[in-house]
């Protein structure tokens, strides 16, 4: 079990720390403050909770098997990058409601960033693939259930780990240039990533 647990965290920390739509997003979060990519990578958990749930139950192989349904998930959430992506380089930083409040500042609820978390992970049903080819290769038939919930565990761990690292990197680096034409300019280069990543989705 050591063997198999230590190969999966070698795995899953490689994945995770490559820079992708939820790396993106929680640099993006780490503008506003430590707390917001902190409540973000949460959303990013619920989602991942989500998934898992669905590999456990066998409704992920429907989904998958059901090439009308995957790809309306698969467009809707490419759509959802995009227009995330948008606001991300119309905004900039420290403005997410610069039409609505002139005092925005560099405020954002962490109720967005929670809600934005779950659903920029939700927004590539690719993870499905990806939870149902890997979990197999570690589960045991006769452990499914415990198998499933201890690298499941695992996995959310190293996500959370990962992503709160990157969080406070992204809040240093933010700290370090401040307000000025840098910060927006690393804002919208975040926002054009995400909607690089969002045809990637779109592909398939």
């Not at 109720?111 to 080819?133: D, E, H």
Request: charged share 10%; with cysteine; glycine share 10%.
């Amino acid at each position: 079990m050591l063997e198999s647990t230590l190969q999966f965290l070698a795995i899953t920390v490689f994945l995770e720390i490559t820079p992708g739509p939820g790396v993106l997003f929680i640099l993006y979060q780490s503008a506003f403050s430590f707390r917001n990519a902190v409540t973000g990578a949460l959303g990013m958990l619920t989602s991942n909770v989500i998934w898992i749930s669905l590999v456990a139950t066998g409704l992920a192989l429907v989904l998958t098997q059901t090439p009308s349904v995957f790809d309306t998930l698969r467009y809707i959430g490419a759509s959802y990058l995009v227009y995330l992506g948008y606001k991300i380089i119309r905004y900039g930083i420290g403005k997410p409601h610069a039409d609505e409040n002139t005092h925005a500042g560099q405020y954002k609820s962490l109720w967005s960033s929670y809600r934005q978390g779950v659903l920029t992970s939700l927004s590539n049903p690719k993870a499905l693939l990806f939870f149902m080819a890997l979990f197999p290769q570690f589960t045991r038939p006769e452990h499914f259930a415990h198998d499933i919930i201890y690298f499941g565990v695992l996995k959310m761990a190293c996500l959370a780990v990962v992503m709160i690292s990157y969080g406070l990197m992204g809040r240093r680096l933010f700290n370090y240039i401040g307000n000025s034409a840098w910060a927006n300019t690393t804002s919208r280069v975040l926002g054009g990533g995400i909607i690089f990543a969002a045809a990637a989705v779109a592909r398939g």
